[in-house]
């Protein structure tokens, strides 16, 4: 979490299959974005997870994790931080047990105090396209010391809206890492549109 606070940007990748996970976590991580968010819904992603945590200067985790047991198995092929897309407690138990953060995934301000309560690090607002910057400002209201990390349909050219709307980090996601490119191995162009979405948070 100190990472993704201080980058103030995680990456989430999906992808029907990554040809090499530690050439694709080095690219971010080159780039400004050290924390990489692989997810279940790639299949065999607890391998690419276990590859891509040799990765110098990166800091791996998983997402779309909905149970317990995917929760337990991410954390033994090395996620360091796990994220659900919605109120999962049974993920939160596991995450608590081995001392690893979630980032848990709300919309309302109901779901918020929900994942606050189930002892999420942070809170994943999603989809943060559906109401834009203003929500996540509206949110922070009555969150103001919150850890709000907007996702979905955030890209380099709203990334600073968000961050000045009090979120701690935006997503990147496949205005990033999108999935041809990841799938295709195209390491070069990916770290540059990192490096351009780092650039745009400024």
């Known amino acids: 979490m100190d990472i993704i606070r201080a980058d103030r940007v995680l990456s989430v990748v999906r992808a029907p299959e990554i040809p090499d996970p530690v050439a694709l976590a080095q690219a971010l991580a080159q780039s400004g974005i050290r924390a990489l968010e692989l997810t279940f819904t790639t299949p065999g992603v607890l391998g690419y997870l276990a590859e891509a945590t040799a990765a110098e200067g990166a800091v791996l985790g998983v997402g779309t994790v909905l149970t317990g047991e995917q929760a337990a198995a991410a954390i033994d092929h090395g996620a360091r931080f796990l994220v659900t897309p919605g109120i999962r407690t049974d ?29 999420a690090a942070a809170v994943k607002i999603f989809p943060a396209r559906a109401l834009g910057p203003g929500y996540l400002k509206d949110l922070r209201g009555p969150f103001p010391d919150v850890a709000l990390i907007p996702s979905g349909g955030v890209n380099a050219g709203n990334a600073a809206e968000f961050l000045a709307a009090g979120a701690v980090a935006v997503t990147a996601g496949t205005d990033v890492v999108a999935p041809g490119d990841v799938a295709a191995g195209r390491w070069p162009e990916i770290a540059a549109r990192a490096a351009a979405f780092v650039s745009s948070m400024k």
Do not use: K, R, Y
């Open 91 to 119: 993920v939160a138990d596991v995450a608590a047990a081995q001392g690893i953060p979630v980032i848990m995934g709300a919309f309302t301000p109901s779901e918020v105090l929900q994942a606050l309560d189930l002892g």
